[in-house]
């Protein structure tokens, strides 16, 4: 018999095996199986971004809470220029100078015109120029407005404010603020910091960590809501104490602070004025520049120091660029007492009465021909008159905080 065998033993035998036996994967798993294992949803990964997604938006939220003072100035600027803005006559835009200085309802009793306060504390007129851009973008339709530049905001760049931009500007304003002040690295970290607003508040959230660590209480959430009312109820405008204790000492740290002997404008700033005048001339707004009082011994010492010329020099080389579009209204002596400030530069709440009168009573004489076609208007020291009824912060204080 063959060592093969039978053609019977052929059939039954079995057939052998390859020598590797581990098949492709593809063989051993059903084809459903696989379709299954390969198109499995990365539920990690997903809920990672659900995750931050959550606390971004968390924090995005509770942003009066996580904002310091200046930055919370900015973001009402914003809210005010898209919702307040409308209907009214009189915008009033610039720096903290404004923010304290002009009072909407006093300066509607001298004028007859209704106004909302969009200044900021530490705006650069480059910011002015984006509220007024998007005030007239949400229907706003002023027939003037006012504006001042301080002159330590104007010697700063865009960096001196780099916490600040992200907090009132879209992304894609951002994005132009870089390209206008030629630093487009800094416009993509403004940017990021719009879109995720953790990053914009880290400096808060870490504040408050610290706080509630050490069994303390946040001062900054109290804060932010009391300067809220305050401006809610003012218009926009910081309405510090009437009584103030300031008896005109100047802080050890003025120099570097305002630097009172020293003038330069920032290329950035000069181009964001630039551009907001442009604007208000194409919408055919009137611009009344405001010089507003500060404290008798800072303004003094600007004087000494020839500061102050330059920088009038500067304001008066716009009169003849933008004519019939541009007014000065001097004020930088109308208030000398010093107990009417708060401190070397801001008002209290009876100097910003008293400013208001003045400049309500002045735009009424523009307005009314009265003025001609004078471009630098000396204001005029109001005559005595009854305060009006104004919550002051520190009135605000006691609603929201219920302590004096």
Same mark, same amino acid.
């Given at each position: 018999?063959?060592?093969?065998?039978?053609?019977?033993?052929?059939?039954?035998?079995?057939?052998?095996?390859?020598?590797?036996?581990?098949?492709?994967?593809?063989?051993?798993?059903?084809?459903?199986?696989?379709?299954?294992?390969?198109?499995?949803?990365?539920?990690?990964?997903?809920?990672?971004?659900?995750?931050?997604?959550?606390?971004?938006?968390?924090?995005?939220?509770?942003?009066?809470?996580?904002?310091?003072?200046?930055?919370?100035?900015?973001?009402?600027?914003?809210?005010?220029?898209?919702?307040?803005?409308?209907?009214?006559?009189?915008?009033?835009?610039?720096?903290?100078?404004?923010?304290?200085?002009?009072?909407?309802?006093?300066?509607?009793?001298?004028?007859?015109?209704?106004?909302?306060?969009?200044? &900021? %504390?530490? $705006?650069?007129? !480059?910011?002015?120029? =984006?509220?007024? /851009?998007?005030?007239?973008? @949400? +229907?706003?339709?002023?027939?003037?407005?006012?504006?001042?530049?301080?002159?330590?905001?104007?010697?700063?760049?865009?960096?001196?404010?780099?916490?600040?931009?992200?907090?009132?500007?879209?992304?894609?304003?951002?994005?132009?603020?870089?390209?206008?002040?030629?630093?487009?690295?800094?416009?993509? &970290? %403004?940017? $990021?910091?719009? !879109?995720?607003?953790? =990053?914009?508040? /880290?400096?808060?959230?870490? @504040? +408050?960590?610290?706080?509630?660590?050490?069994?303390?209480?946040?001062?900054?959430?109290?804060?932010?809501?009391?300067?809220?009312?305050?401006?809610?109820?003012?218009?926009?405008?910081?309405?510090?104490?009437?009584?103030?204790?300031?008896?005109?000492?100047?802080?050890?740290?003025?120099?570097?602070?305002?630097?009172?002997?020293?003038?330069?404008?920032?290329?950035?700033?000069? /181009?964001?004025?630039?551009?907001?005048?442009?604007?208000?001339?194409?919408?055919?707004?009137?611009?009344?520049?405001?010089?507003?009082?500060?404290?008798?011994?800072?303004?003094?010492?600007?004087?000494?120091?020839?500061?102050?010329?330059?920088?009038?020099?500067?304001?008066?080389?716009?009169?003849?660029?933008?004519?019939?579009?541009?007014?000065?209204?001097?004020?930088?002596?109308?208030?000398?007492?010093?107990?009417?400030?708060?401190?070397?530069?801001?008002?209290?709440?009876?100097?910003?009465?008293?400013?208001?009168?003045?400049?309500?009573?002045?735009?009424?004489?523009?307005?009314?021909?009265?003025?001609?076609?004078?471009?630098?208007?000396?204001?005029?020291?109001?005559?005595?008159?009854?305060?009006?009824?104004?919550?002051?912060?520190?009135?605000?204080?006691?609603?929201?905080?219920?302590?004096?």
């Amino acid at each position: 018999m063959s060592r093969l065998g039978t053609a019977s033993d052929l059939k039954t035998r079995p057939k052998r095996l390859p020598a590797r036996v581990d098949r492709p994967h593809h063989e051993d798993v059903p084809r459903s199986a696989t379709r299954r294992r390969g198109g499995a949803v990365p539920w990690g990964f997903l809920s990672m971004i659900s995750l931050v997604v959550a606390i971004e938006a968390n924090v995005s939220r509770r942003w009066r809470e996580l904002s310091d003072p200046t930055s919370l100035s900015w973001q009402y600027a914003d809210r005010a220029a898209r919702y307040d803005a409308a209907g009214r006559d009189v915008l009033f835009l610039g720096d903290s100078l404004i923010k304290h200085g002009l009072v909407p309802s006093v300066f509607e009793r001298e004028s007859g015109l209704r106004g909302v306060n969009l200044s &900021a %504390a530490r $705006a650069p007129a !480059l910011f002015s120029y =984006f509220v007024l /851009r998007r005030a007239l973008e @949400s +229907g706003a339709r002023p027939s003037a407005i006012v504006i001042d530049t301080k002159p330590a905001v104007l010697m700063g760049g865009v960096d001196y404010n780099a916490h600040y931009w992200p907090a009132a500007l879209t992304p894609r304003e951002c994005l132009e603020l870089g390209w206008l002040a030629g630093k487009r690295p800094m416009g993509l &970290a %403004a940017m $990021a910091a719009r !879109l995720i607003p953790s =990053f914009q508040s /880290r400096l808060e959230i870490r @504040s +408050g960590i610290a706080a509630t660590l050490e069994g303390k209480t946040d001062p900054i959430r109290e804060i932010n809501r009391l300067l809220w009312r305050n401006w809610t109820v003012n218009d926009g405008t910081n309405v510090a104490m009437m009584d103030s204790p300031y008896r005109g000492e100047l802080e050890e740290d003025i120099r570097e602070k305002l630097h009172p002997d020293r003038w330069h404008v920032d290329e950035a700033n000069a /181009r964001g004025l630039e551009r907001l005048l442009e604007l208000a001339a194409h919408h055919r707004i009137r611009v009344f520049w405001l010089l507003p009082p500060i404290s008798p011994g800072l303004q003094e010492w600007r004087e000494r120091s020839g500061s102050e010329t330059k920088y009038e020099q500067f304001v008066r080389s716009h009169l003849g660029r933008f004519p019939g579009v541009v007014r000065v209204l001097d004020g930088r002596r109308i208030i000398r007492e010093a107990s009417l400030y708060v401190d070397a530069t801001h008002l209290s709440g009876r100097g910003a009465i008293a400013l208001s009168r003045a400049v309500g009573a002045a735009v009424k004489a523009a307005w009314e021909g009265r003025e001609g076609d004078r471009g630098w208007i000396d204001l005029e020291e109001p005559a005595p008159a009854a305060d009006p009824p104004l919550e002051d912060v520190e009135r605000s204080k006691q609603i929201v905080c219920g302590r004096p």
